[in-house]
């Protein structure tokens, strides 16, 4: 009895850690990009985005046992990046979509001053295919660093915003 008990707890933490993992591409999390320390970059559509170091953040939150970690940095024209990683705790290649659970997201957001109503948000992933990736290269508990790519859709027009080159290098 005593032996089925530990194969049942065993198969139930094996269940756990391929549930908690299920987002991750492979363990590769890639040379970890050039941004600045303190900064995201990448080109939107092709056109340089880059993040003031003082308008950038990354948190990780640890609730359960399970981590969340966000990355957000904003330019000083009302241009934002925001990915969240949901169950990361390790470098790796992370996808951005892919399945029914929304484990890993990405948004890219043009901020309307003048008409805060008319701000766009262009969203990954918003379909159930895989739309990007996220790439962690180093991940300590003062430290995120690592590069990504999406492909964002805006809700209210339809419009597509590739997201291409990203490099973060944020303190945690």
Do not use: H
Request: neutral net charge; aromatic residues 6%; charged residues 15%.
């Amino acid at each position: 009895m005593n032996g089925l008990k530990t194969n049942f707890v065993l198969l139930l933490m094996l269940a756990c850690a391929m549930a908690t993992t299920s987002c991750k591409k492979n363990e590769d999390g890639g040379p970890g990009g050039d941004a600045a320390p303190g900064t995201i970059k990448a080109k939107i559509n092709g056109a340089a985005f880059a993040s003031l170091k003082m308008t950038s953040v990354a948190n990780r939150i640890n609730v359960g046992g399970t981590s969340m970690i966000t990355v957000q940095g904003n330019e000083s024209s009302g241009k934002a990046i925001v990915l969240v990683m949901n169950g990361v705790d390790s470098p790796g290649t992370y996808q951005i979509g892919g399945s029914a659970s929304i484990s890993i997201s990405a948004s890219y957001t043009e901020v309307n001053i003048s008409n805060p109503t008319n701000t766009q948000v262009w969203q990954a992933p918003f379909d159930s295919s895989v739309s990007g990736e996220i790439k962690i290269a180093e991940l300590t508990d003062k430290v995120i660093k690592g590069t990504f790519q999406f492909t964002a859709k805006n809700s209210k027009d339809q419009s597509m915003r590739e997201v291409t080159d990203g490099a973060f290098n944020m303190s945690l």
